[in-house]
T-cell receptor, first 116, second 114 residues
């Protein structure tokens, strides 16, 4: 089944303890992205990647890191999590983002992160 | 600054009635426009998109959306609502200067009553 898989689904951690949320897609998509969803704010883009080793900042990159060493994987790293990073996180991937063949993003099921 | 507005936090309709979920945007150029739906504890699912061409686009589950360039709006519509349409709906905009960037509205909760 074509999908974007995030792990873990739920995570409670303490302030300052480094964590990684994994994301993997099996559709051979070039484009991947991370979003956070907060009530009343919708989804905000954290980072995106156009291909292996090519990443760039979205609107809210502070406090996050990403890497794209392989096409299928796009982990989100929080080096020193803080309570304001408590949120619902989504990874997404796309085959094409421009032209008539643009498909938009396919989203994972989400990771609910709580930082205490 | 780029922005997407969904002016209604919640829309309530009776089953069988038409529904409209509103979206306006402030993004330079001729952006791509999308609608996504989110069911509880799930990721977002693509409904439809507007790239160019006919202002009325059709998508999944009987939904359609009307693009209005002069009003910079992209309202989601359905002629006859179903209870199963109850969900959270997001409008998203991707600017032509960088297709990798997506700007989402704050979401509209659609409640369809039997």
């Amino acid at each position: 089944e074509a999908q974007v898989t995030q792990n873990p689904r739920y995570l409670i951690t303490v302030t300052g303890k480094k964590l990684t949320v994994t994301c993997s897609q099996n559709m051979n998509h070039e484009y991947m992205s991370w979003y956070r969803q907060d009530p009343g704010l919708g989804l905000r883009q954290i980072y995106y990647s156009m291909n292996v080793e090519v990443t760039d900042k979205g609107d809210v990159p502070e406090g996050y890191k990403v890497s794209r060493k392989e096409k299928r994987n796009f982990p989100l790293i929080l080096e020193s999590p803080s309570p304001n990073q408590t949120s619902l996180y989504f990874c997404a991937s796309s085959r094409a983002l421009s032209g008539q063949g643009a498909k938009g993003y396919t989203f994972g099921s989400g990771t609910r992160l709580t930082v205490v | 600054a780029q922005s997407v507005a969904q002016p209604e936090d919640q829309v309530n309709v009776a089953e069988g009635n038409p529904l409209t979920v509103k979206c306006t945007y402030s993004v330079s150029g001729n952006p791509y426009l999308f609608w996504y739906v989110q069911y509880p504890n799930r990721g977002l699912q693509f409904l439809l998109k507007y790239i160019t061409g006919d202002n009325l686009v059709k998508g999944s589950y009987g939904f359609e959306a009307e693009f209005n360039k002069s009003q910079t709006s992209f309202h989601l519509k359905k002629p006859s609502a179903l209870v199963s349409d109850s969900a959270l709906y997001f409008c998203a905009v991707s600017p032509t200067y960088n297709f990798n960037k997506f700007y989402f509205g704050s979401g509209t909760k659609l409640n369809v009553k039997p």
